[in-house]
């Protein structure tokens, strides 16, 4: 195992990707897409036809499958930094209770009682 | 002389912003959040600070991953806010301190922390929801502003101790500007939440509610922590408590507990707000 690996491989916190260099390198084409989406102007053009702008951002398959499929868990898996993906899930009326509850698995209703629960 | 006459942190959840805009204030999910703020604008209305200086991260809205700097300083007249692409309607522009900013800025390069300098820098909720939640639409003359941005999006983040120290350069910078001025800083951000991976939605009462405990009492030891542990504790945008750690570094030796509130949840997160006043 290489040194860096085994840095990573002690750093691991279950359930959570750290945004290093590798995975930023990784994600790079989908972050700066996401990125666009500050303006609304990119976001309609976006709407109008998803996967050709994927393709003007450069995406790779696996990234433009995870757009296709609004799918967080896998967008981080490929690279994507959860301020920038918020930026796409906003498009879509997501918010972050409900992109929550899609990477846990859970209801809206369950996760926001998880939230709730975690004051008592 | 110019002085540091206290240091306040505030969650800066979007949320918020939408809550203000919305007047949520009293809803039954947003009153025991905002309850917690009236204390700190009596405070304000009777210190009347002239100057913010504003301790916030960027959640991609000035800076992309092209450039990230590890710590930023705003050297402009005003700072706009700007659509951040998920429906928060901006609002007016902020006014600077641009002739403190550069000054400020040359201490903390004399003193090693070789920061970026912005004449243009786009604040986002980071910086507008604590404005908002501290000043907007209370009839006060507007604060003059000194963002100081913290990377918190690409690893390598800066550590805890190092964010502590560059507090103590912003402090010992405050105190050496000849004109008469009163200072506020505001760390902003955390307390623990986490947005991204199958652990989205942890939260971390007991770690919280300690970190705002040894924040007034012991801050060395917080800063004593790696990234590693405070994610790991926290959760991973909990990485933002090293925000607090910087206002903690500006105040100085001891201080005194003016008011705290503590609040879950607030959207994802653990709301956290403190005042404080160094001892005199």
Known sequence: MSAVAEKHEEQDIPGTVMFDGHQSMKGYALNKMCYSFNQAENREEFKRDEDAYCRKYGLNEQQREAIRKRNVLDLIEAGGNIYYLAKFAGILGLGVQDIGAQQTGMSLEEFNAKLEAAGK | MAKIVGGITTSHIPAIGNAIAKGLQDEPYWKPFFDGYPPVHDWLDRVQPDVAVVVYNDHGLNFFLDKIPTFAVGAAAEYQNEDEGWGLKPLPPFPGDPELSWHVIESLVRDEFDITMCQEMKVDHGFVVPMSLLWTGRGKKPIRAIPVEVN?????????????????????????????????????????????????????????????????????????MSIHDLIREAGAQGAEFIQWLVMRGALGGQVRKIHSNYHIPISNTASGLLLLENAA
């Open chain 2, 152 to 224: 918190t999006v690409q690893h390598p983040l800066p550590s805890p101790a190092r964010c502590y120290k560059l507090g103590q350069a912003i402090g010992k910078a405050v105190a050496s500007w000849p004109d008469d001025c009163k200072v506020v800083v505001i760390g902003t951000g955390g307390l623990s939440h986490q947005l991204d991976g199958t652990r989205a939605g942890f939260i971390n009462k007991e770690f919280d509610l300690m970190c705002m405990e040894r924040i007034v009492s012991d801050p060395e030891s917080l800063a004593h």
